[in-house]
């Protein structure tokens, strides 16, 4: 442990599972105070009890009146104090825009935009207090689009735009936005989809064979990267979305 993070506070939505509880992990090894949000309990306090470092509310992200019981948490565990807010959570529905209903993108979008929106503002005065960080999380899909993902890249379009516009609004407060855009991750996305046991098999199949390394990533390999992009090595960076693709996004 170099401890990068010693004496730094952090947000990580989503973290419960995939690369929000390993961007957790990774943040509170490195010396971090990390309070996670999700809407599995026993999830949330399977990742709080692997280390001290982090604590868990149980929130919808959704529901603006959770968010603001997320961020009234991180005023009382951090004295008011937060460094690094991580918008991770989201959701992706696999299906054709002749199937999609309005209730599909109104999930997608409420999770994927609005709610980040949501946690943004009502944590931007403790973030610009401690002149801190913005990650959000986006996907390689944005520059390399693929079918059945309308709704998911709509969402993250919008919220790489948000990033670039947040990092100019913010710069001169000196808080740092960037996202980072994953290729195919180990994640619980993929078995958390619409789709059957058969068609996520096939769906995984086919986007393995457009990966240039032959690999789905890990989650670990985003949390290393959120990790450098908050951390005083890379202060001239912002506004920047930083592919981990695999290669995928580099044709």
């Known amino acids: 442990m ?3 993070l010693e ?3 952090a947000i990580v939505t989503g973290g419960g599972s995939g690369i929000g509880r390993a961007t957790a992990q990774r943040f509170a090894k490195e010396g971090a105070r990390v309070l996670i949000a999700g809407r599995r309990q026993s999830k949330l306090e399977e990742v709080a009890a692997s280390d001290g470092n982090i604590a868990y509310v149980v929130a919808d992200l959704t529901k603006s009146e959770d968010v603001t019981k997320l961020a009234e948490e991180a005023k009382k565990c951090f004295d008011g104090k937060l460094d690094i ?3 991770n959570a989201g959701w992706c529905p696999v299906q054709s825009i002749k199937e999609i209903t309005l209730d599909d993108y109104d999930k ?3 999770l994927d935009v609005r709610a980040v929106v949501d946690m943004t503002i ?3 005065p403790m973030l610009i207090a401690a002149k801190g960080n913005i990650i959000n999380l986006s996907t390689i899909g944005v520059t390399h689009r693929d079918t059945n993902l309308s709704m998911y890249i709509g969402a993250k379009s919008a919220v790489e735009n948000f990033t670039r516009c947040w990092a100019l609004d913010l710069a001169n407060d000196g808080v740092r936005v960037n996202a980072i855009a994953p290729g195919a991750i180990r994640t619980e996305i993929w078995t958390v989809t619409n789709l059957d046991k058969e068609a996520e098999r096939a769906h995984e199949e086919r986007i393995t064979s457009t990966i240039p390394t032959g690999r789905f990533g890990s989650p ?3 949390a ?3 990790l450098f992009l908050v951390s005083d090595e890379a202060p001239y960076i912002n506004g920047a979305v930083i592919a981990v693709d695999g290669a995928a996004g580099a044709r």
Do not use: D, W, Y
């Open 224 to 226: 290393n990267t959120a």
């Open 122 to 124: 009502q944590c931007l």
């Open 220 to 222: 670990e390999e985003i």
């Open 85 to 87: 807010l991580v918008n």
């Open 2 to 4: 170099s401890g990068r």
């Open 108 to 110: 997608a979008f409420s």
């Open 7 to 9: 004496g730094k506070t």
